[in-house]
């Protein structure tokens, strides 16, 4: 039989317990309290998209860069091997279809817009340069979209028109600007003012030679790529790359383009020189 002394103990500890449970759980949240919280994680997301949008981009941009570089010390190593002889780029013309592609002094083959080349890494392999970078992947931009069947394509970079052949002596009416088939002809203007390798835009890339008309008959017949931030990446004759903005809106594929736009004329003044 319960004495009142009992009665009282069980009291204090369930009133106790009870304390320590509500000390426990806390305070809920009310639904108003929960809505502000949601909206103050969309609001910090909102401004953190932007930012790591801009650094993803940023980041293709900067392993584009570097695959230029690497393709550009592959260009001066191919020299150094060569007695100073540059490395063959043609037109897809000039190579035809009855090329021994093992013996063949190009500096890449494929065509980019052959469905049967465009995926084809031994086509990569074959040239000259892969000997002394031996991954395809330095040879495609990371921000380049383009694809053939689902598969990307292998390669979104092509060189001077003016280098590695003498094609443009015979083009366009040519009779004042150089080519250059030895490093040492590179002396104008320069190694550090002549490009050799660009981004081309995935919507005109074809061969691996980039066409550049010096007496203004087809401005942009090969575009550059717009990627980057409406920019494009080049590497020159010393090595060292450079990103080109275009500043000029009217600077698009869609768009035919007149031999006094800026970006333009920017290209010319390191393709050749007199």
């Known amino acids: 039989m319960k004495t009142c002394s009992n009665i009282l103990a069980s009291h204090r500890v369930a009133k106790n317990y009870h304390r320590a449970a509500d000390g426990c759980?806390?305070?809920?949240?009310?639904?108003?309290?929960l809505l502000v919280v949601v909206s103050?994680?969309?609001?910090m997301a909102?401004?953190?998209?932007?930012?790591?949008s801009k650094a993803r981009t940023k980041g293709k941009q900067i392993a584009c860069v570097n695959n230029?570089?690497?393709?550009g010390v592959c260009f001066q190593l191919y020299n150094a091997d060569n007695d100073g002889r540059l490395a063959?780029?043609?037109?897809?013309?000039?190579?035809?279809?009855?090329?021994?592609?093992?013996?063949?002094?190009?500096?890449?083959l494929g065509n980019m817009t052959n469905r049967l080349e465009a995926t084809n890494t031994a086509l990569i392999q074959l040239g000259k340069f892969f000997p002394y970078a031996?991954?395809?992947?330095?040879?495609?931009?990371?921000?380049?979209?383009?694809?053939?069947?689902?598969?990307?394509r292998v390669r979104s970079y092509s060189m001077n028109g003016w280098v590695g052949s003498r094609v443009m002596d015979d083009s366009y009416d040519n009779r004042t600007f150089r080519t250059y088939m030895k490093e040492s002809e590179m002396?104008?203007?320069?190694?550090?003012?002549?490009?050799?390798?660009?981004?081309?835009?995935?919507?005109?890339?074809?061969?691996?030679?980039?066409?550049v008309t010096m007496n203004d008959a087809y401005p942009f017949?090969?575009?550059?790529?717009?990627?980057?931030?409406?920019?494009?990446?080049?590497n020159f004759g010393d090595a060292h790359t450079e990103t080109y903005k275009l500043r000029d809106p009217n600077t698009q594929w869609s768009k035919e383009i007149m031999s006094n736009n800026t970006d333009w004329l920017r290209l010319k003044q390191v393709t050749t020189g007199r």
Not at 40 to 43: L, R
Not at 193 to 210: V, Y
Request: charged fraction near 15%; include cysteine.
């Open 25 to 33: 759980f806390g305070h809920a949240f009310t639904l108003i309290e």
């Open 40 to 43: 103050i994680i969309a609001i």
């Open 46 to 52: 909102g401004l953190l998209m932007p930012a790591l």
């Open 68 to 71: 230029l570089r690497q393709l």
């Open 88 to 108: 063959d780029n043609l037109p897809d013309r000039q190579i035809g279809p009855n090329i021994n592609l093992t013996t063949s002094n190009c500096w890449v």
């Open 134 to 152: 031996t991954s395809a992947g330095i040879y495609r931009c990371p921000a380049d979209p383009s694809q053939v069947a689902g598969v990307s």
């Open 187 to 211: 002396n104008l203007p320069g190694p550090g003012a002549l490009w050799i390798l660009t981004d081309e835009h995935q919507a005109g890339i074809d061969d691996g030679w980039f066409l």
């Open 221 to 234: 017949a090969s575009f550059p790529a717009d990627r980057h931030e409406r920019g494009y990446c080049l």
